[in-house]
């Protein structure tokens, strides 16, 4: 397995209007992102995560540090094009990166900007909307759809540059639950199948638990680096980062404050139910 | 109750006339307002009207379609045939009124001659946006501009403005009927007042709207970075227009009306 990201010593401030302080956002960051891996990055508002996740495609570049992708240093404007045609990135609000009236239009942007020719263009274009499930919507305007699937068209827009890495800002927070578990699905089916590396920035628990490795922000500094299981072990530092924690950890932890004596690494209501039927002396089913 | 501005007025159905690559809708239409301009006598709009019937049934467009589109201009026409027979010279058309003597038949013909004029331009492109999407448009702007390249004309980043602006109306529409719903929520008023109150009401739309707008420019700005877009230099084209049959069928028609509009002129 190869490394994807790999970020060192980084750290970045804004700019800031002539005489204020430069409020700095990241504070020294050191962090490996490898092949196929599945990354949740969790931290409250303001905490530095999207900011983190810009650097990882060039948009912003390091004050301090270096983040190189596949090797090529994110600093160099010459690998920027490459870099972005590898490490795609898709953002909150859906309405704000789709660029043309027609989906399929829509999609085949990054391919025009590349300088694919036509014939492989239209290949990748229906192959990128097979895999969010959007072939029958090829043809309609973007803004006539809902904001699942409009969020299925800008995942599409990258997939057709074929990218190994995708990083997805909040994607679902401007959603419903029903386009929440649409994006969700696809995020999962492009990890588990086609083997992309996905970076998801998230603040729902429920999405952060199904990552391969959970990543925790506060005030510009990575505070856990684990899997999710060992992550939502910390419940009481996730709740002072006023963090919430999956539901069935928190149950966990209210029922260990109790002095009863359950597993605090419980991640899924399966396993939740199992550990309390246990408890109870269980098995009255059987 | 915004939502029923239509830009372009562009009606989407199958036809003759839809099926044209837009590159060619966008010359012949140039091609039919020179003619227009060359015409010298009735016999010349004759041609150009029968030209327009024809584009009318080949569009599944009803010429009464057209002409309802034709009210908002009412007034421009009628101003235009009005200076037209003011300055007009000629023998008076009516000698027995007196005050009627401003009228003289040269006037009178040249305004005529103004009206048909007007109306067939308008008649003309307005065909020309109802079979063609605003997207093909710009898109034949820009394919047709290329040549301009040379003079350092930036015919891309004029294209992918117009693109990008014709893909947000919809979104900002939304947008302003949100602020709309809003302010009138916090009691504001907008229906009542005289002009320059009802002006001032429109500020705490505009604002709003205006600060969204610059935000979405910046993550539309990002989200285009990071789909490699770097301007227009070594861009392919997804689609692609090839010109068939009823391409060099309409070109043919146009050649043979714009031909009988000179003879017309010069006999």
Known sequence: MSTIIEVSNLSFSYPTEEGKAAHRVLHDIDLKIEEGEFVAILGHNGCGKSTLAKHFNGILKADRGSVHVLGMDAGDEENLLEIRRNVGMVFQNPDNQIIATVVDED?????????????EMARRVDEALELVGLSEYRQR????????????????????????????????????PKGRKEVMKTILRLNREEHITVVLITHYMDEAVQADRVIVMAEGEMILDDTPREVFQ??????????????????????RQEDIKVPISVLNVDECVAEIEKLLGGGEND | MLKDITLGQYFPVKSFMHALDPRMKLLLTLLYVVALFLVSDFWGFLVAAFLIGLVASFSKISLKVVFRGLKPLVFIIMFTAFFNVLYGGGEPLFPQIEWLSWIKTDGVKNAAFMIIRIILLILGTSYLTYTTSPVMLTDALERLMRPLKIFRFPVHELAMMMTIALRFIPTLIDETDKIINAQKARGADFETGN???????????????????????????????????????GRTRYKIYSLGWRDWVALGAMVLSFAAIIMLRIY
Do not use: W
């Not at chain 1, 299925?152 to 800002?169: H, S, T, W």
């Not at chain 1, 009481?236 to 932890?253: C, K, W, Y």
């Open chain 1, 107 to 119: 999609v085949a942007f990054a391919l025009e900007n590349l300088g694919i020719p036509h014939d």
């Open chain 1, 141 to 176: 305007a973007p803004h006539m759809l809902s904001g699942g699937q409009k969020q299925r068209v800008a995942i599409a827009g990258i997939l057709a540059m074929r990218p190994k890495c995708i990083i997805l800002d909040e994607p679902t927070a401007m959603l419903d």
């Open chain 1, 234 to 255: 910390n419940v009481g530092l996730l709740h002072s980062l006023s963090l919430d924690v999956p539901q069935t950890a928190e149950l966990m932890f209210a029922l």
């Open chain 2, 195 to 233: 002009i320059i109150r009802r002006a001032k009401a429109l500020i705490p739309i505009l604002i709003p709207l205006l600060v969204s707008a610059f935000h979405r420019a910046e993550e539309l700005a990002d989200a285009m970075e990071c789909r490699c877009y770097h301007g227009g230099a």
